[in-house]
């Protein structure tokens, strides 16, 4: 079967580094993204990997490790307005589907 | 720049009421167009995608169905609403452009509760 396991919720300190993880396990696999949902509104577009490594855009990095299935989204220097749900997709299977977990609730303290 | 627009943002109906969900993008041709639902405690459902005017591919079998009378519009409907039928329901398109990442982007979304 199709799995996306991630933490249900989290909690940091504004100006902390937080890291947020996501295992898979699917039947193939094409790429691994990251999008952020906050309450009430759609999600929007982080990050996408689809090879080995880190990919760095601003205060978010996502890392990913195929042969593990694992893949971790680091969201540094943290500002209030980061508490939100992050949602991480896999893109697997012949067909390409989306495979959506549920999301990890961050909340942001002062 | 692409732009895409979904009414109503809120609604709630009784059960056994009709839906109609409207979805217009912005900006593009011949976009990929998508219904997606998320309920409470759920992840993200693909209910719908359409690749063309009147193509519609439905993933989950139930009574909602969707169609694609123009080029950059998609609606989402039913006959008649169940309970189960509540949740955030959100249209997408899928970006081509970013560099193969297939890219979705979403709507403001439509919260449907069924009373």
């Known amino acids: 079967g199709q799995n996306i396991d991630q933490p249900t919720e989290m909690t940091a300190t504004e100006g902390a580094i937080v890291q947020i993880n996501c295992t898979y396990q699917t039947s193939g696999f094409n790429g691994l993204f990251w999008y952020q949902q906050h309450a009430g509104e759609a999600p929007t577009f982080l990050s996408y990997n689809v090879l080995d490594g880190l990919e760095e855009k601003g205060r978010f990095s996502s890392f990913l490790s195929r042969s593990k299935g694992y893949s971790y989204l680091l969201l540094k220097e943290l500002q209030m307005k980061d508490s939100a749900s992050y949602l991480c997709?896999?893109?697997?299977?012949?067909?390409?589907?989306?495979?959506w977990g549920l999301g990890t609730s961050l909340a942001v303290n002062p | 720049s692409q732009t895409i627009h979904q009414w109503p943002a809120t609604l709630v109906q009784p059960v056994g009421s009709p839906l109609s969900l409207e979805c217009t993008v912005e900006g593009t041709s011949n976009p990929n167009l998508y219904w997606y639902r998320q309920a409470a405690g759920r992840g993200l459902q693909l209910l719908f995608y359409s690749v063309g005017i009147g193509q519609i591919s439905s993933e989950v079998p139930q009574n909602l169905s969707a169609s694609r009378p123009q080029d950059r519009q998609f609606i989402l409907s039913s006959k008649k609403l169940l309970l189960s039928d509540s949740g955030f329901y959100l249209c997408?398109?899928?970006?081509?452009?970013?560099?193969?990442?297939?890219?979705?982007?979403f709507g403001a979304g439509s919260r449907l509760t069924v009373l």
């Open positions: 997709v896999v893109r697997a299977g012949n067909n390409r589907k989306l495979i």
């Open positions: 997408a398109w899928r970006d081509l452009d970013r560099a193969g990442a297939n890219v979705l982007t």
